[in-house]
């Protein structure tokens, strides 16, 4: 049973190899999978090998599969699960498997299941955790692949939580109804959490998007219009804080002078932690979304309105099995577009250089098809590169009736035809 896959030997050494992954076994399923987009966690696992906290210590002699963002076929069912997966059906998995007293993870500890492979064995304990979920047929690949990072957004807006003074009771989530505000949220996972405050079903009456790229803030605001969000209940806001003057005044007096009720930051930057701090109402939740590098990443904290105005601070880092399925769901049912997270496809031998060079890479997700050779492309590359090739010529007249977006009519076209 042979497959083709990405798998990582040591620090910044991953390889693309076809291998034997032995006979399925009784508890086993065997998936192939269509896509995978590439985590910025990926990035951080391969460049540190083994001394990256869910990597085994002995991937020099048994190498994991990396990715974890990915969606697929189930092709052969063990015995064992017979009469709940069915041949032909499509799946994606919920890599944080939850093994009581271990970091394992799907993508970082297993050698012959992650996400950049054409196919994989999925061990028991996916099924015994039930992190094998099934999508609707008619939804593309793409979208399920992106369940795992939109669970992260997902998870992170119900992490958050808010009480009454006098009432030892945290009420989760983020206050329906209430003012909202991203800042430095232009990006993939910013663009992810726009599209879910827009269309969730507790979402708030005043949204307000922050960024210093104006290119960047643009784009979000072309694709969510102030027309789009008033359709759906929620008064939105763009604001480049780097081109007005007192940018904590801005976005308060855009709450009327009361603060936001939910402030999440999504770049790991002083500044912007001390600006969502600054813009707090009362009874403010502060998400630190963005995952930091830097160990000793520190900020100012009002405490003065902790103490009297009840401010908190939360952290959130991943998502769980439910915030998948609620991904699916919306997805299934047309209310929510992950591809706003998407700009550039590839093939499976693009991988390893896209994975080592993703901090280079400008523009937001990169999705790869497993079992396409193809260079990774921009979207806003295609209409160039179709002056010698038709299929990007069509695949650029398809993404722009799209607003140059991927969607499932530019997948299915890609996987015919490439």
């Known amino acids: 049973m042979k497959t083709r896959a990405v798998r990582l030997y040591g620090e910044s050494d991953l390889r693309l190899e076809e291998f034997d992954m032995g006979e399925l076994k009784d508890d086993e399923i065997l998936m192939e999978l269509i896509t995978d987009s590439v985590c910025m966690s990926t990035y951080k696992e391969s460049i540190q090998g083994a001394k990256h906290q869910r990597v085994n210590d002995d991937i020099s002699e048994h190498p994991i599969i990396v990715g974890h963002e990915f969606a697929g076929i189930i092709r052969e069912v063990g015995a064992k699960w017979k009469d709940k997966y069915q041949v032909g059906t499509k799946y994606t998995m919920q890599p944080a498997i939850n093994i009581k007293g271990s970091m394992a993870a799907i993508g970082y500890s297993y050698e012959y299941c992650g996400g950049a492979a054409t196919f994989i064995k999925v ?85 307000v998007i922050t960024d210093i790229d104006e290119v960047r803030l643009k784009r979000a605001s072309e694709l969510f219009t102030e027309e789009y969000a008033k359709e759906r209940g929620v008064e939105i806001h763009f604001v480049n804080t780097a081109k007005v003057d007192d940018p904590v005044k801005t976005l ?41 590098v830097d160990p000793k990443l520190s900020a100012m904290f009002n405490f003065f309105d902790v103490h009297y105005k009840m401010h908190h601070l939360v952290g959130s880092s991943g998502g769980n099995t439910d915030d998948m399925k609620e991904c699916l769901k919306l997805a299934g049912e047309g209310r929510l577009d992950p591809a706003v997270m998407i700009t550039h496809i590839g093939g499976i031998d693009a991988q390893i250089d896209t994975i080592l060079n993703l901090p280079k890479i400008p523009g937001g997700k990169k999705l790869m098809y497993l079992g396409k050779n193809l260079e990774l492309t921009a979207i806003e590359d295609f209409e160039e590169k179709g002056k010698t090739d038709d299929r990007f010529k069509e695949l650029a007249k398809i993404t722009k009736e799209h607003n140059g977006l991927w969607s499932k009519e530019a997948e299915d076209y890609l996987l015919a035809n490439f």
Do not use: Q, W
């Not at 304990?125 to 939804?139: A, G, Q, T, Y």
């Not at 989760?172 to 232009?186: D, N, P, Q, T, W």
């Not at 308060?252 to 402030?263: C, H």
């Open 123 to 207: 061990p028991p304990i996916v099924m015994e955790k039930d992190c094998l979920l099934p999508f609707d047929e008619n939804s593309a690949f793409f979208e399920a692949s992106l369940a795992e990072p939109m669970s992260c957004i997902i998870g992170a807006f119900h992490s958050m939580y808010h009480s009454e003074r006098g009432v030892y009771e945290h009420k989760m989530g983020i206050v329906e109804g209430g003012k909202s505000a991203l800042l430095a949220s232009c990006g993939p996972m910013g663009l992810g959490a726009i599209s879910y405050m827009l269309n969730c079903d507790r979402k708030p009456s005043l949204l």
């Open 252 to 292: 308060r007096d855009l709450t009327g002078g009361t603060g936001f009720d939910d402030v999440s930051v999504y770049a790991p930057v002083r500044p912007v932690i001390e600006m969502a701090d600054e813009i707090l109402g009362f009874d403010g939740c502060l998400n630190f979304f963005a995952g930091p």
